[in-house]
């Protein structure tokens, strides 16, 4: 009987070889690995899953291979890697790549090695903002009757999280604030999860803004980003989301693009490159991204006034991934924390390995998730903050959870809430 032929990537959003073939096996990315770290483990780095995507690229391992698919999954897309790679590597583009190839090979019984998402879940949530606030509501339900913390005790997978769930929700209405004199106007990135649970932080963001200079607009016309649908594979939706988002922009006539959460911005900045086969929205989608800032940078190149008090609250930071390591901003927040701090930023040991949130991966990898999550919450209670500052939402939910398993007293907080606090009069 012959052999069955090895399965490799379609032609589709495949793996480039011009991008794997860059790595020169240096493994200088393997301590800044969060999974590496972990497992100690060659095919957990980087280096090993690229050496794993280039054999099925050139045919010498299958696409549905168990061991591949794993580890596909297994990587928490932080970039940190790329942030140190001497060679540039574009790692997530290749890992966004392989997955998206994984999620196209997925009728095979033994491509199914990662707990992801289904597609209609992801389509119904993101695509229709209407129904994750309904669901985000029902959570909040639960969480008042005191039936997630029932559920967490268990171990059900999320419920730890949804305990954390603010309870500010955020419309995009066609809001319009004007600042006097106005600088210029910031159109505010609603976003998926942030309306639904983070309206307290959109609302500390206009404030800011106004402070600064800048007008804001929040017009109805955008949606989720899509980084959830390219985490997952699914490029397609995440282009379908990408294009509401870029023609909302364009319409709306604002100067610049302000988004207040890490993965997000790291998304709407890479407009360009999802579309980069595309000829017809090549050139918007690149423009597009252009234009997107993160609220901190933003913040940080503004004339602000001094703030009305000072800060006294012991306060750490924890770095984002897709802020530090997707869009490099390490410097802004703290320069705007030491602002409005009354003593110096506790700095504290791995600020920038990531906490486990990873978009949906404490959901889909619960158990490495939650070794991460241990992790950072053991890096925080050394530093003796009671507060940790953050700029992205599930950071904030995961670091929050993390500390309540831990028993430590701390407080999670969004660097626009403390800079806004800071800047509110008093009363």
């Known amino acids: 009987m012959a052999e069955h032929a090895l399965r490799g990537f379609s032609d589709t959003d495949r793996p480039r070889s011009t991008v794997y073939d860059t790595c020169i096996r240096c493994g200088l990315c393997l301590p800044s690995c969060p999974t590496y770290l972990e497992t100690m483990t060659e095919t957990s780095g980087p280096r090993g899953r690229i050496s794993l995507i280039k054999a099925v690229g050139e045919g010498r391992l299958d696409v549905h291979s168990p061991g591949f698919v794993g580890q596909m999954w297994e990587c928490l897309d932080c970039r940190a890697c790329e942030a140190v790679c001497p ?9 966004e790549t392989a997955r998206a190839q994984v999620e196209r090979a997925k009728s095979a019984p033994d491509s199914r090695a ?99 200079g800048l007008s804001t607009v929040v017009p109805p016309a955008q949606g ?32 610049v693009y302000v988004v207040n959460a890490a993965g997000c911005g790291s998304m709407l900045k890479e407009y360009g490159r999802l579309f980069e086969d595309d000829e017809r929205w090549r050139e918007r989608a690149a423009r ?36 530090a390591h997707a869009q490099r901003i390490t410097a802004a927040p703290r320069r705007l924390l030491a602002r409005v701090l009354s003593r110096p930023l506790i700095e504290m040991h791995e600020s920038a390995v990531c906490c486990g949130s990873a978009g949906i991966y404490n959901l889909t990898q619960p158990q490495m998730a939650r070794r991460l999550q241990r992790r950072k919450a053991a890096a925080i209670a050394n530093t003796g903050a009671t507060t940790v500052a953050t700029a992205n939402p599930g950071c ?32």
């Open 87 to 95: 060679s540039g590597v574009a790692y997530s583009q290749l890992i």
């Open 114 to 212: 990662a707990r992801t998402p289904p597609r209609w879940l992801l389509h119904t949530l993101f695509g229709n903002l209407a129904m994750l606030r309904w669901c985000v509501g029902a959570l909040r339900w639960l969480q008042r009757f005191g039936l997630m913390a029932v559920a967490a005790r268990f171990g059900l997978a999320g419920a730890a999280l949804a305990r954390e769930l603010p309870q500010a929700s955020f419309a995009a209405r066609g809001q319009h604030v004007t600042a006097a004199p106005s600088a210029g106007v910031a159109f505010l990135f609603a976003g998926c999860i942030m309306s639904a649970a983070f309206g307290d932080v959109h609302e500390a963001t206009i404030r800011m803004l106004r402070r600064a």
């Open 224 to 255: 989720c980003c899509g980084a959830i649908a390219v985490h997952a594979g699914d490029r397609q939706f995440a282009r379908r989301l990408a294009r509401r988002n870029i023609v909302g922009f364009e319409e709306s006539g604002a100067d």
């Open 288 to 323: 597009f991204s252009g234009q997107v800032r993160d609220v901190t940078e933003v913040l940080d190149a503004m004339e602000l006034p001094p703030p009305a008090r000072r800060i006294t609250e012991r306060t750490t930071y924890q770095e984002p991934c897709h802020l």
């Open 396 to 427: 904030a939910l995961q670091v929050a959870a993390g500390l309540r398993e831990a028993g430590y007293a701390g407080t999670v907080r969004h660097v626009v809430e403390i800079l806004d606090d800071a800047y509110s009069e008093p009363g």
